[in-house]
């Protein structure tokens, strides 16, 4: 996998820089703000940009800003924002076309998890961190309110990336079971009619996460 990375701590950087190429992916450059982050993934068109989310020049949204502005450029990149507290005021807009993640810069330490992410992310899929899923459901409204409890735990690991087979295992559910959740997920946000699956699965997420208000938070 051949991967930009851009972040403004250098220990960060090159430590992440490090175990990813030890790991046998090809960092092709690391950059320390987002204006190189742009530039970075422009000029090398890898599979997957990893972008902090505060970065220079105004520490605020910056790598955020960036990740749409290379979406929009380069939307074949796919897209993995990092943060160390929940701030998704730009998810519903990146995760609806796919090649996108968002995690908490913890989940790096499970070498494993993120790894995982980083391939859903480069084959085109999402990864939503859980504690991102977590805080949406807290503090929604009731748009989702005609789903069962049950059904709202498949939607959450939807939006987190996972495929139905990954989501019968955490649930410990036959995949006929999930198949049949997700069919009713669908019917229930009156998505029968928009086309294939995995676009109506995009439009499920999308309703999940536009159903919902985070604080803004730092990264």
């Not at 090649?99 to 810069?105: E, P, Q, S, T």
């Not at 494993?112 to 391939?119: M, S």
Request: net charge negative; proline share 3%.
């Amino acid at each position: 996998m051949r991967i930009v990375i851009a972040e403004d701590s250098a220990l960060f950087r090159e430590g992440l820089a490090s175990l990813l190429t030890d790991l046998g992916h090809d960092v092709v450059e690391t950059v320390g703000d987002a204006v190189g982050a742009v530039r970075a993934a422009l000029d090398h068109r890898p599979d997957v940009a990893i972008l902090d989310i505060r970065m220079p020049p105004d520490h605020r949204d910056d790598g955020a800003r960036a990740a749409v502005e290379i979406r929009s450029r380069a939307p074949e990149v796919g897209v993995l924002l990092l943060s160390q507290h929940v701030e998704a005021r730009h998810s519903v807009e990146l995760v609806s076309s796919g090649h996108f993640g968002y995690l908490l810069k913890d989940r790096v330490l499970d070498v494993d998890e993120f790894v995982a992410a980083l391939d859903r992310v480069s084959s085109g899929g999402s990864a939503l961190d859980p504690e991102v899923v977590s805080r949406l459901i807290a503090g929604g409204r009731s748009a989702l309110s005609a789903l069962s409890p049950r059904e709202r735990d498949v939607l959450a690991l939807m939006a987190e990336g996972l495929t139905n087979a990954a989501i019968a295992e955490r649930l410990v559910l036959t995949g006929r079971t999930v198949e049949s959740h997700v069919a009713s997920i669908f019917v229930r946000l009156g998505l029968t009619e928009v086309g294939a699956g995995e676009h109506r699965r995009v439009r499920a997420v999308l309703t999940f996460l536009e159903s919902h208000h985070l604080a803004p938070g730092a990264s």
